[in-house]
C-alpha cells in the first residue's frame, strides 16, 4: 500500500515469520537489540514512527511502542491486553498522539485486505491440534517459540 514497514518482534521465530513473507517488511528488528531506540529514529528521518499496529495481548509490546511515534502518530492496539498499560500523557498530548483499538474490520477493509493476502500469496504457518491435543492449547499458545497459528480441527 505503499508505507514503509518495521516487523518489529522479541523472538527469533516472529522475525523469521518477518522474513519468509512474500510481502516483506523494509526493516525487521528485535526491540531489545542495543540502540534500537537510535536506528528506528535514524531509519524514520529521525521523528520516529508514523504507527504502531500491535498485534499481540503482551503489554509490554504496547508499552514499548509507544515511545517510538513521532508526532502525530497512531497507535492501534488490536491484542487486547487483560490488563492496563501506561502511557506518558505529556507525550501523548503535546506530540497529539492517537491511540485507538479494533476488534474487526469493516467489509470494506476485509476485502482489501484479502485482496492484498491473494495478490501477494500471503500465507501463515498453521499448527493443526485434534481436539484431544485442545488441552494443550494454552500452553502452546503461551509457548514463546510458537511459529504461526494454533487451530483446532473438529472432523
Given at each position: 500500500?505503499?508505507?514503509?514497514?518495521?516487523?518489529?518482534?522479541?523472538?527469533?521465530?516472529?522475525?523469521?515469520?518477518?522474513?519468509?513473507?512474500?510481502?516483506?517488511?523494509?526493516?525487521?528488528?528485535?526491540?531489545?537489540?542495543?540502540?534500537?531506540?537510535?536506528?528506528?529514529?535514524?531509519?524514520?528521518?529521525?521523528?520516529?514512527?508514523?504507527?504502531?499496529?500491535?498485534?499481540?495481548?503482551?503489554?509490554?509490546?504496547?508499552?514499548?511502542?509507544?515511545?517510538?511515534?513521532?508526532?502525530?502518530?497512531?497507535?492501534?492496539?488490536?491484542?487486547?491486553?487483560?490488563k492496563n498499560f501506561e502511557f506518558e500523557p505529556f507525550?501523548?498530548?503535546?506530540?497529539?498522539?492517537?491511540?485507538?483499538?479494533?476488534?474487526?474490520?469493516?467489509?470494506?477493509?476485509?476485502?482489501?485486505?484479502?485482496?492484498?493476502?491473494?495478490?501477494?500469496?500471503?500465507?501463515?504457518k498453521i499448527n493443526v491440534l485434534t481436539p484431544e491435543?485442545?488441552?494443550?492449547?494454552?500452553?502452546?499458545?503461551?509457548?514463546?517459540?510458537?511459529?504461526?497459528?494454533?487451530?483446532?480441527?473438529?472432523?
Amino acid at each position: 500500500m505503499g508505507f514503509k514497514v518495521v516487523a518489529i518482534d522479541s523472538r527469533k521465530e516472529g522475525r523469521a515469520l518477518a522474513a519468509e513473507n512474500p510481502l516483506k517488511p523494509d526493516l525487521i528488528v528485535d526491540p531489545n537489540e542495543e540502540g534500537i531506540a537510535d536506528k528506528l529514529k535514524e531509519w524514520s528521518g529521525g521523528l520516529g514512527l508514523n504507527g504502531f499496529v500491535v498485534c499481540t495481548d503482551y503489554i509490554d509490546a504496547t508499552s514499548w511502542a509507544l515511545p517510538h511515534l513521532r508526532p502525530r502518530g497512531t497507535l492501534v492496539e488490536l491484542g487486547l491486553p487483560t490488563k492496563n498499560f501506561e502511557f506518558e500523557p505529556f507525550k501523548a498530548i503535546f506530540e497529539e498522539l492517537t491511540i485507538r483499538g479494533s476488534l474487526v474490520a469493516s467489509k470494506k477493509q476485509t476485502e482489501d485486505m484479502l485482496r492484498t493476502v491473494a495478490k501477494h500469496g500471503i500465507t501463515t504457518k498453521i499448527n493443526v491440534l485434534t481436539p484431544e491435543e485442545g488441552v494443550k492449547l494454552p500452553d502452546l499458545y503461551m509457548d514463546p517459540h510458537l511459529k504461526g497459528r494454533l487451530v483446532v480441527k473438529f472432523e
